[in-house]
C-alpha cells in the first residue's frame, strides 16, 4: 500500500512562521529603516537598557525582526530547509514550541552577554542535530556529519560577520537541541505504512 500524505504532513507552521517575519519586515520598512538600530529599538528589537526597565517582551518580539533585506532573507531561507524537516519529524506544535523556546534561550543569553537577539532558527538546527542523532544519524537525507558541517557553517558565517549577535545564537542552538531531547519521539509506522 502507499504512503498517505495528509494534510498534517504539510509544514504550514513553518510557512506560517516565515509569513509572520516576512509581513513584520514588510511593516517595518514601510514605516522606517530595519537597519537603523534605534528605530528597531524602539519598535520592539533587543535594547539592554529596556530589558532592564521591565520591557521583557522584547526577548520574544525580537525574535521577528530583521535588520535589513539580506539578515531576513538568510534567515528565512534556513528556516524554510530546516523548519519543514523539523516539522515532519515532530509535528506542528513542537516545532512551534522549539522554535519560540530556542529563541527565548537565544534572547536571554544575548542580553546577559551582549545586546540583540536571534536564536530560533538555530534553535531549529539544533533541534535537526538532534532528530538526525536520534535516528541513528541519518534522516530525511541528512546525514550527522552533514548536520554537524551545517551548524559549523552557521557559526562560522556567525563569526565572519559584522554585526552578528553569536551569544543569541549560541543559545538559540543549545535551546533548540536541549528542548527537542525532551519533546521529540521517533514517528512508528503500522505495517501498512501509513502514517
Not at 527565548?104 to 546577559?112: E, K, P, Q, R
Not at 533541534?127 to 535516528?135: E, K, Q, Y
Not at 560577520?161 to 551569544?167: A, I, K, L, R, S
Request: net charge positive.
Amino acid at each position: 500500500m502507499q504512503n498517505i500524505k495528509r494534510f498534517d504532513d504539510k509544514p504550514y507552521m513553518t510557512i506560517g512562521i516565515i509569513v509572520v517575519n516576512i509581513i513584520v519586515f514588510v511593516l517595518m520598512s514601510i514605516s522606517g529603516s530595519t537597519l537603523d538600530a534605534q528605530y528597531m529599538a524602539a519598535h520592539g528589537a533587543m535594547y539592554p537598557e529596556y530589558i532592564k526597565d521591565g520591557q521583557y517582551w522584547r526577548l520574544l518580539t525580537s525574535m521577528f525582526m530583521h535588520f535589513g533585506l539580506m539578515h531576513i532573507l538568510n534567515n528565512m531561507v534556513v528556516l524554510g530547509a530546516v523548519g519543514q524537516i523539523v516539522e515532519k519529524a515532530m509535528g506542528h506544535v513542537k516545532l512551534l514550541i522549539i522554535f519560540l523556546v530556542s529563541g527565548m534561550c537565544g534572547s536571554v543569553l544575548s542580553y546577559i552577554v551582549s545586546a540583540g537577539a536571534s536564536g530560533a532558527i538555530f534553535g531549529l538546527v539544533g533541534a535537526l542535530v538532534w532528530i538526525v542523532i536520534a535516528n541513528r544519524g541519518f534522516y530525511e537525507g541528512i546525514s550527522r556529519q552533514q548536520a554537524v558541517f551545517m551548524v559549523i557553517l552557521m557559526i562560522y558565517y556567525g563569526v565572519s560577520t559584522q554585526g552578528v549577535d553569536n551569544w543569541a545564537h549560541g543559545g538559540g542552538l543549545v535551546g533548540g537541541f536541549v528542548i527537542s531531547i525532551v519533546l521529540y519521539r521517533k514517528k512508528r509506522y503500522n505495517k501498512y505504512n501509513i502514517n
